[in-house]
């Protein structure tokens, strides 16, 4: 991210660090150019980009001035002269033009720092550069595209963002502009090709323009590629997959190079974009261009007679056009080729498309080629399919955001170099996800620093689906794209802060990361499409309550800050933060409470009713939402969110993968208030959290099941009590008669240490609910008691006891670790006791964890870690644990981020052993071999939604006492989350596993 223009700003030196060389001013100095009443200059010889970008600026500065300068063009072939230039100039000019040779010649300005590289561009103040002008700023490109971000660099520094027009922000105003005094150059990027696919573009984003143009179907011609190509270019994008979706009504669907009379290629030449194809359209045809019908079918076994001239057609018409051909083909449908030799059959596709490109551009390799690896085409490439070395060979991630394969050393090599898709949204297995933006930002650094360290920087593409809502972290991706080296997981929270303060101003910066930084956690642990009613346990770790608490605390500081915004910013609040998140709540309210009514309906609970009315209002409420974008802008974006996205998904089923046409919800319940319940278990509910006993009393069979007190499952049981748990219990007391009677209630205490708050009350009509905190005084606690405390609660003439398993043991003086309680020990993996030292060691990886809230550990550095397996697996991390009884056997579960074996050679593998016994590494491999090499590895389908990958460990038999946890790993991408040791079967079922207990210093 170019976050310019904002030296005057108190920012941190995290944050300056973020930022590119600053080259604006708001403050005038004796040798600074002013740029608010400076004419824009460009030669008349530059490509028309040049003058696009030129007049985009003079745009720009009106919005943030007040005034639109004079846009002038010079032509040095004549006598040079800027006539009707203001005093100060901003001449914008590649290095191949007459103006820039001019004053190369004249000895005021030197390119060598740029000549010759790709898409860099330099900033020079210089003294009377042309007659006409006294003073310019010079911003010098060594092609076309560099000269363009060089403008948009100041655009973005005066004020604009970059998302002015697709986020409706405003641009800062400043009455005066001044250039700072100094050299600076910028590129070449770390990239060479950085955009965007728009893809499963409907019902939003081709439902939404066809909506604000009045018809049924609006074709996406020049007027919306041009907030599409210039939204790319202020970001310092270069390269295009257009929208294709197929489309049955209408038919076809898009077409973008002949929808608009065919302008929209022009359009892109001129704007500088390189077009491309996406993976299964090869050689610059849309799929939605074959007819079927006329032609036959598209298969290249019993067609390629009317195959081949299909794709010559896309050869011709590229014309000169800046051009990436897509190479291959798959199936119908985007699906797999239907033949017995698919293998042979692609090497006859690409031998004929080079043939084709040969005819029309002199030879084989004189065009840009790229083969993507989609899919099954990855097995085809295991398999030995390779097309030549001048070929792009395109890698992907698994469309859930893990790549799949990086390149090794030898294909690093390759004269065509190495690709990267990736998906931020995706339509097919296990579950679409269009919805929203669901990516969390540490995880997409992660997949892309990864990628670029490896060698994956020729073309790096991302599926962003409508654009809305992606533009957050698809404008951080090229941020990456064009420096990598600009962030780290470090800093992700000050680039979010730069961020906010381009967008929204400097005053609620801070704050506004802050909740970004939060929202990015929260939906990396699930894509909304995925999670159901009972993802998040409702029994257990109080899961579903703290995740509806986090989003509720997250929405409160949303609507803080917007009570606090300055209006005119309103509406990119309400694009950046303010919809996605109030919406996302709305959303968990509404699964993750339907998910509790369940829970609560079951046990026969009055207050499930109100709870189901509430998951109704919070249903509506998050269309009302929609609505409301409908309405934002006087309409401009009517229609954008409509992707539904409330249905029910089978995640064991691997395919239930299609988008719901329409939100609906079941399963509510609703309880007879006026009821009593079964005279065996009375009209008092009891709930220990981590207990089953209220579900089980939800029936009855009185001549066999006891009560007064209840036995067995039937008895309310709280974990286990130890001074090293939480410090609180809780037990919910609930109505489950007739409303209309109220039930008095009271505990009696056994001892003076166990505490109730409150001890009683009563339930009634208006108070269907009580939460009874439960604390223990450890210090008066009998030293070595280990015993089941029942306390007795007396209501309405009935009794039952809840049970107290109370255990108060001690560690040894001076234990520095994790002891074990209520049964379990969980560690998240930054948590160490100790390291081993040397060139390759274990770091914590900040931010990096969706089962942690302290990041994840990996190896490091990099690249040296991938040199020697030897090295890798010699660092270790140990954490030190103390468990009071023998346990037989000891299991662990660990949670390890979401990543696939991306070389085929450095298959990822793990250890976790006792350090302490004779048990030396066992390294065990984290993902099972695929079907098919190159394909997905086992159970992909049923996990992926997860985004860890959850393995079990036997430790075998363990003593009582202190031990050593040891974990060693073969590469840098295995990045450790959590361990969760189950001492004696304490382990409960969860989503995001037991929170850390506690740590010892």
């Known amino acids: 991210m170019r976050l310019w223009g904002f030296s005057c700003l108190a920012f941190s030196s995290l944050v300056l660090r973020l930022l590119e060389e600053t080259i604006v001013s708001f403050e005038n100095t004796e ?409 969390n930002l540490p995880k997409v650094y992660k997949e892309f620093y990864q990628a670029h360290q490896r060698g994956a920087d020729r073309i790096w593409v991302i599926n962003i689906a409508d654009i809305k809502p992606l533009e957050m972290p698809f404008g951080f991706i090229m941020d990456l794209a064009w420096n990598v080296s600009s962030i780290e997981f470090s800093t992700i929270p000050d680039y979010l802060e730069a961020f906010a303060s381009r967008e929204f101003g400097s005053e609620y910066a801070l704050e506004i990361s802050e909740i970004l930084m939060e929202q990015s956690r929260l939906i990396g642990r699930r894509k909304y499409e995925s999670v159901q009613s009972k993802t998040y346990s409702v029994l257990n770790y109080h899961e579903n309550e703290r995740v509806l608490s986090e989003w509720q605390a997250l929405s409160d500081k949303v609507i803080s800050i917007l009570d606090k915004l300055p209006e005119e910013h309103k509406d990119a609040y309400w694009h950046h933060v303010q919809y996605p998140i109030l919406s996302g709540q709305a959303y968990y309210s509404t699964i993750l409470g339907l998910g509790k009514n369940q829970q609560i309906g079951f046990e026969r609970r009055n207050s499930a009713n109100a709870l189901a009315d509430q998951v109704r209002a919070d249903f509506d409420r998050d269309f009302e939402l929609t609505e409301q974008y409908d309405s934002i802008v006087g309409g401009k974006w009517a229609g954008i969110l409509s992707q539904s996205h409330y249905d029910q998904y089978s995640q064991s089923s691997g395919n239930d993968w299609a988008e719901s046409t329409k939100d609906a919800i079941t399963g509510l319940w609703y309880v007879q208030l006026r009821q009593n319940s079964s005279y065996a278990f009375g009209n008092l509910g009891i709930f220990a959290e981590g207990s089953e006993s209220a579900q089980e009393q939800a029936r009855s069979l009185p001549s066999a099941w006891a009560s007064e007190p209840t036995m067995g499952d039937f008895s309310p049981i709280l974990p286990i009590m130890d001074p090293y748990g939480k410090g609180t219990w809780t037990v919910d007391l609930f109505h489950r008669g007739d409303y209309r009677i109220p039930i008095e209630w009271e505990v009696d205490l056994p001892f003076a240490w166990i505490h109730f708050e409150p001890s009683s009350g009563e339930l009634s009509m208006n108070q269907l609910e009580q939460r009874i905190n439960i604390s223990i005084d450890w210090s008066a606690v009998p030293e070595d008691m280990n015993e089941d405390i029942g306390v007795r609660i007396n209501y309405n003439h009935w009794f039952d006891l809840i049970h107290l398993p109370i255990m108060n043991y001690k560690v040894p003086d001076g234990f520095v670790g994790f002891p074990e309680t209520s049964g379990i020990v969980s560690i998240e993996a930054p948590h160490f006791q100790r390291k081993s030292e040397g060139n390759v060691t274990f770091e914590h990886i900040p931010y990096l964890g969706t089962r942690t809230t302290s990041g994840s550990l990996a190896l490091r550095p990099y690249k040296e870690a991938r040199v020697s397996e030897d090295v890798a697996t010699d660092a270790w991390a140990e954490y030190d644990f103390y468990l009071f009884n023998a346990t037989s056997p000891l299991t662990a579960t660990i949670y390890v981020t979401g990543a696939l074996d991306t070389d085929p050679t450095l298959l990822m593998r793990y250890s976790l052993t006792i350090s302490s016994s004779s048990q030396s590494a066992n390294f065990t491999r984290l993902l099972g071999d695929p079907a098919t090499a190159g394909d997905t590895p086992p159970n992909w389908r049923t996990t992926v939604a997860d985004h860890v990958w959850i393995r079990n460990v036997s430790l075998g038999n363990v003593s009582e006492g202190q031990h050593t946890l040891r974990w060693q790993t073969n590469s840098p991408e295995v990045y450790l989350e959590k361990i969760v040791l189950n001492t004696r079967d304490g382990l409960k079922s969860s989503y995001l596993g037991p929170p850390e207990t506690r740590l010892l210093t």
Not at 196 to 201: G, K, M, P, V, Y
Not at 321 to 338: A, C, H, K, V, W
């Open 31 to 439: 040798t600074a150019v002013s740029l608010h009443d400076a004419s824009i200059v460009y030669s008349a010889d530059d490509p028309i980009g040049v003058e696009i970008g030129a007049t985009s600026f003079a745009e720009d500065l009106e919005a943030i001035t007040g005034t639109r300068p004079s846009v002038i063009k010079v032509d040095p072939s004549n006598p040079m002269e800027c006539v009707g230039c203001a005093n100060n100039g901003i001449i914008v000019a590649t290095v191949d033009s007459n103006l820039t040779k001019a004053l190369v010649q004249s000895g005021k300005l030197d390119v060598s720092a740029i000549e010759g590289k790709w898409e860099s561009y330099q900033t020079s103040v210089i003294n009377d550069p042309i007659p006409g002008v006294e003073k310019a700023l010079v911003i010098t490109g060594s092609d076309k595209r560099g000269v363009i971000f060089g403008i948009y660099t100041l655009s973005e520094q005066c004020g604009q963002s970059p998302f002015h027009w697709w986020a409706d922000v405003p641009a800062t105003k400043h009455d005066e502009i001044y250039a700072v005094q100094k050299n600076t150059t910028f590129g070449p990027p770390s990239v060479q090709y950085r955009g965007l696919f728009i893809n499963d573009e409907a019902p939003g984003l081709t439902g939404w323009w066809s909506k604000v143009h009045g018809v049924d179907h609006q074709p996406l011609g020049t007027e919306f590629y041009k907030h599409v190509f210039d939204m790319l270019l202020r970001l310092k994008g270069n390269f295009i997959w257009p929208a294709m979706w197929k489309s049955w009504v209408p038919r076809p669907g898009n077409i973008f190079f002949t929808d608009d009379l065919g302008n929209n290629m022009q359009l892109a030449d001129d704007y500088g974009i390189v077009v491309s194809t996406s993976h299964h359209e090869p050689m610059q045809k849309a799929t939605n261009e074959w007819n079927e019908t006329i032609t036959g079918p598209w298969d290249w076994e019993k067609n390629k007679a009317n195959v081949t001239p299909f794709m010559e057609d896309g050869a011709r018409r590229a014309g000169k056009n800046e051009t990436y051909f897509t190479l291959g083909m798959r199936g119908e449908g985007d699906g797999p080729i239907q033949a017995d030799d698919p293998v042979a059959i692609l090497e006859d596709v690409f031998k004929t498309q080079r043939e084709i490109l040969a005819k029309y551009y002199g030879n084989v390799s004189a065009a840009n080629q790229v083969w993507t690896i989609y899919k099954e085409v990855a097995t085809y490439y295991a398999a030995g399919l390779l097309p030549p070395d001048d070929v792009t060979l395109m890698f992907t991630d698994d469309n859930w955001g893990n790549i799949q394969r990086l390149p090794l050393v030898n294909e690093t090599a390759r004269s065509g170099g190495i690709g990267l898709y990736y998906h931020l949204e995706y339509v097919g297995v296990p579950k679409s996800y269009k919805w929203q933006n669901t990516n």
